[in-house]
């Protein structure tokens, strides 16, 4: 497809024929939210040498261990607007990740608001991956081969989590943003205007307002990294989009600060016709977004001293 922001006909005909809630829902009720962050997900369509559910400092993590010495390490967030989701429930992105870069991955069950606002979902995250930045020997990875990555919500904190290390000894070698919200909720960009309503609906600035606890924090660069000052000196970066995702300017905004201020590697891919969240929905579009996140991460391990 050569217009990005025309929905892929095979995407249309699958939202036709599927019922699929606009998120936010209206009520997130204590009953809809257990549902919505369920300890399971699709039975597993991709095998993983190890699979093991763990606590690290307090948090619960999966991880993702290869039969082999990894290429490396990715610490995985899962998306779900900050308040949804799950380890369980997002296990198919993280058994993807470890497929295609051949890398151990952290699966990072951090805390959701409403009942834990911002800062406490950032921390957790911070956190885990702080420890495997100290702890990658215990998979076999160097220190200097440890990546963030997430989708959505996922996004947002790998990318406040590499502002928040920037500077760090050994530094993060690599970052893996899909479709990631990055600057807040009150700021219209063209694609909110125009994709609202396909999967998700940012209008009503609903999420923000859980994740913030009420707060305005839209200028605060942890919240929405877009404000970041500077974004110098951030690792190398995958900025995946959605053609017909409301989050697609934003992220490709950041990408191009990205590069224009000076970050060694930087990739911007949006896959035409996709709505937010393909990757997690495993469309067709999916096993080629795969592919390319692999190769880049590959590439980053690659480049890395042993």
């Not at 997130?28 to 962050?37: G, I, K, V």
Request: glycine share 10%; with cysteine.
């Amino acid at each position: 497809m050569s217009n990005e922001g025309v929905l892929d006909p095979w995407v249309k005909e699958w939202l036709e024929a599927h019922t699929i809630p606009v998120f936010p829902f209206p009520e997130l009720t204590p009953e809809l939210l257990e549902l919505l962050r369920s300890p399971t997900g699709a039975p597993a369509r991709r095998e993983i040498a190890k699979v093991s559910d763990d606590v690290v400092e307090g948090i619960s993590v999966r991880f993702y261990e290869q039969d082999h010495g990894p290429a490396g390490l990715i610490v995985y967030f899962h998306g779900g607007g900050f308040c949804i989701g799950s380890i369980g429930m997002m296990d198919n992105v993280a058994r993807e990740l470890a497929h295609c870069s051949d890398a151990a991955v952290i699966s990072v069950e951090y805390r959701l608001a409403p009942e834990h606002p911002y800062p406490a979902g950032l921390d957790d995250c911070e956190k885990i991956t702080r420890w495997a930045l100290a702890n990658a020997a215990r998979f076999g990875a160097s220190p200097d081969k440890v990546v963030v990555a997430g989708e959505s919500a996922g996004g947002n904190l790998s990318a406040a989590v590499t502002l928040r290390l920037r500077g760090n000894d050994p530094p993060l070698a690599g970052q893996v943003l899909m479709y990631p919200c990055v600057d807040g909720w009150d700021r219209r960009h063209p694609s909110r205007e125009q994709f609202d309503g396909i999967i998700i609906d940012t209008s009503t600035g609903a999420v923000g307002k859980m994740y913030t606890g009420g707060k305005n924090l839209d200028d605060d660069p942890f919240v929405a990294p877009l404000r970041a000052e500077s974004l110098a000196g951030l690792p190398p970066a995958i900025v995946v989009l959605g053609g017909c995702d409301p989050l697609r300017d934003e992220g490709r905004l950041y990408a191009r600060r990205l590069h224009d201020e000076g970050v060694e590697v930087v990739e911007e891919i949006c896959f035409a016709g996709q709505p937010h969240g393909f990757v997690n929905l495993e469309f067709p579009a999916a096993a080629n977004a795969i592919e390319r996140i692999g190769a880049f991460l590959r590439s980053v391990f690659a480049a890395k001293a042993s």
